[in-house]
Structures are given as structure tokens and as C-alpha cells.
């Protein structure tokens, strides 16, 4: 892959999107406010679970509000990138639109995963490193650059993770009508994401849910990482490791799909 032309290209597609978003400002600011008060009631529904506890398993409240805020900030760091994009998958399909995109002398993957930012999603990222900032603060940590480094790599897999298997959902497009249903019931299991770990005993739904689709650990690792309770160092590469798994599978699934794509005119 041409690294630099593919920078140029991305920068290109955030132009365009950051003239489509300003041609509707009123939207613009609305949606930041919804999701800023979403998170808003997030945190409210911790203050409020933490006047009746002191502990959930070994998260303080603080800790507890920093995971609020990694959770909402690796959301919105997909959600700007990718989110979007994955849901119209569908679409594309069924109109053909796709065949626009399968004649670009780019990576397919790249053009129908990235065509479109969402512009409001990264200021809403804002808020969650502002809430995470804040946690550090009452919790008395001070993150060394190792730790900071780690948890920016960390956020990084995660994002990676639920790219790649809500891709491998959206693939079920090739072979129904529709398949947002299944898109958005992922994305709402976004929520598992900002419960501590400790919160689930040991079982098959919490199996599930670090291993099949990793909800409890992608926040807990890097928040653990954050404020040194990361008792288990393997959970580290455990995260790597299921994040390019998830990569590999949906690459493979990708390329399989188009194979059995035949467009809407054929």
C-alpha cells in the first residue's frame, strides 16, 4: 500500500465531508449535544449506582468513571471513522452503488470503510479524554509516556476490533436485502463496554464477551493500564492478539463477499 497517497486520499474524503457537515451546522451542533448528554447520563447513572456501593469488584468510583470514559472515547473514535460507513454497506449493495467503488484504483476495504467522517463524533472524543483527564486528577495518577503511549496503542486495537467485526456483520449484506439490524444490535452492545469487568462473574457470557466479541475488554485493558491495575500483563497482548484476528477474519470474509458479488445490474 502507497502509505503517502493513501493519506492524501483520506485527506481529501475529510474535506469533503467537513463541506458536507458545514452545509448543515444545525445538525452538526444537535448531534454533538445528544451524544454530550447521553454520556452525561452515563456518568449520572455511576454517581448514582456508587451511592449505594464503595466498590464494584475492585473499582473504586473514580475508576470507574475513567472506564466510563475510555468506553466513550474509543466509541467515538469509531464512530467517526467508521461507523457510517459500515451501516450504508448495505445499501451500496442493493442499489449497486458498489460498482463505483470496485472500479476506484484504491483499496476497496479502504474507500467503502472511510468515504465519510463523522466530524461530530471527534468532538465528543474530546469529552471523554476531558472526563478520563479528570478521573487521573481525583484519582491522584499522573500516567508516565509509557503509560500514555500504551493506552493511545491500546484504544487504537480496540477501535481495530469493532471496525473489523462490524464488518464481518455488514458482509451479511451480499447475501440479504438488509442487514442494519444486525450493524446497529453491535453497536449497541457498545454499552457492556463501559461496565467494569469485575462486575460479571466468571462464565460463559463473560467468556463470550472478552473473547467472541470482546466488549469487556476493550475499555477495561486500557483503563486498567491507566490507573495500574492491570493485574495480568498477558491481557495486553490478548487485546493485540484478538484485535488483528478480528482483522484477518473480516479481510478474509471481505474479500470472499466480493467474490460473490454481482452487482444490481447483472
Not at 476497496?108 to 471527534?122: A, E, H, M, P
Not at 463470550?208 to 491507566?226: C, G, H, I, K, Y
Not at 484477518?248 to 445490474?265: D, I, Q
Request: net charge positive; aromatic share 14%; glycine share 4%.
Amino acid at each position: 500500500m502507497n502509505l503517502p497517497r493513501y493519506l492524501n486520499l483520506y485527506g481529501a474524503l475529510w474535506k469533503n465531508s467537513v463541506t458536507r457537515e458545514m452545509g448543515f451546522k444545525a445538525n452538526f451542533l444537535l448531534w454533538i449535544v445528544v451524544d454530550a448528554l447521553w454520556f452525561a447520563l452515563q456518568l449520572c447513572f455511576m454517581a448514582v449506582l456508587y451511592s449505594h456501593t464503595e466498590r464494584i469488584g475492585d473499582w473504586t468510583k473514580w475508576q470507574v468513571v475513567l472506564l466510563v470514559g475510555t468506553a466513550h472515547f474509543i466509541q467515538q473514535v469509531f464512530t467517526a471513522f467508521f461507523l457510517n460507513n459500515l451501516v450504508a454497506l448495505s445499501d451500496l449493495i442493493r442499489t449497486g452503488r458498489l460498482d463505483f467503488f470496485l472500479l476506484l484504483p484504491v483499496n476497496t476495504r479502504f474507500i467503502v470503510s472511510l468515504r465519510q467522517v463523522d466530524l461530530g463524533s471527534y468532538v465528543n472524543a474530546v469529552f471523554g479524554l476531558a472526563v478520563i483527564a479528570y478521573a487521573c486528577r481525583q484519582l491522584g495518577l499522573v500516567p508516565d509516556a509509557l503509560q500514555v503511549l500504551g493506552f493511545i496503542v491500546l484504544c487504537a486495537c480496540s477501535v481495530l476490533a469493532h471496525a473489523s467485526l462490524m464488518l464481518l456483520l455488514a458482509c451479511v449484506s451480499f447475501w440479504t436485502v438488509k442487514a442494519q439490524g444486525i450493524v446497529w444490535g453491535y453497536y449497541n452492545l457498545f454499552m457492556l463496554a463501559r461496565w467494569p469487568d469485575a462486575a460479571f462473574r466468571a462464565g460463559a457470557f463473560k467468556a463470550f464477551f472478552t473473547f467472541v466479541l470482546p466488549m469487556l475488554l476493550v475499555s477495561n485493558v486500557p483503563a486498567r493500564l491507566l490507573i495500574d491495575t492491570l493485574k495480568r500483563p498477558l491481557d495486553l497482548l490478548l487485546l493485540l492478539g484478538i484485535s488483528l484476528a478480528c482483522f484477518a477474519v473480516s479481510e478474509v470474509a471481505w474479500r470472499f463477499s466480493l467474490r460473490r458479488y454481482t452487482s444490481a445490474s447483472s
